[in-house]
């Protein structure tokens, strides 16, 4: 078995601590290790984003990223996102426009649009669609997907 690196970062404004073996991703080091299993597994090869998560303001793919290169650095997942009384305005837009079916990619989705209204808060259609260019969505939800983004801009 390979030995395992004592890793230290920020996740959701924790300070968190865990062992993880050097080929980890941080994809399964969230989910099998911190038990946070919001950003999902889809493709584990970059494609789909459905394991988006923001690592130092960045939108990253999880999956593409090992859980080593983390240590000193800040993670944000879909679980930060809301706080104890409500939802988070992406989120409840995200269910006023019924922008899921299955569910799986929402999450990633979800995360993507926190990265983009973080930086652009007032983006245009063409904007929100571009960014969200590298999420797919199996039940093709995207003309409610990108509804909900702006009106959660709208919201915000
Ligand atoms: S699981 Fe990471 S991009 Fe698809
Ligand atoms: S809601 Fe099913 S993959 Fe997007």
Redesign the pocket.
Same mark, same amino acid.
């Given at each position: 078995m390979a030995r395992k690196s004592h890793v230290q970062t920020t996740i959701n404004g924790e300070t968190v601590e865990f062992l993880c073996e050097p080929r980890q991703s941080l994809l399964e080091v969230l989910r099998d290790e911190l038990h946070l299993t919001g950003a999902k597994e889809g493709c584990n090869n970059g494609n789909c984003g459905a394991c988006s998560v923001i690592l130092d303001g960045r939108l990253v793919n999880s999956c593409l990223v090992l859980g080593v290169e983390t240590d000193g650095h800040t993670v944000e997942t879909i679980e930060g996102l809301a706080d104890p009384e409500a939802l988070h305005p992406i989120q409840d837009a995200f269910l006023e426009n019924a922008a899921?079916? /299955?569910?799986? /990619?929402?999450p990633g989705f979800i995360m993507s649009a926190k990265a983009l209204l973080d930086q652009n808060p007032n983006p245009t259609e063409h904007e929100v669609r571009y960014w969200l260019a590298g999420n797919l /969505?199996? /039940?093709t939800?995207y003309d409610k997907i990108v509804r909900a983004v702006l009106d959660a801009a709208a919201a915000m």
């Open positions: 899921l079916q /299955c569910g799986i /990619c929402t /969505c199996r /039940c939800g």
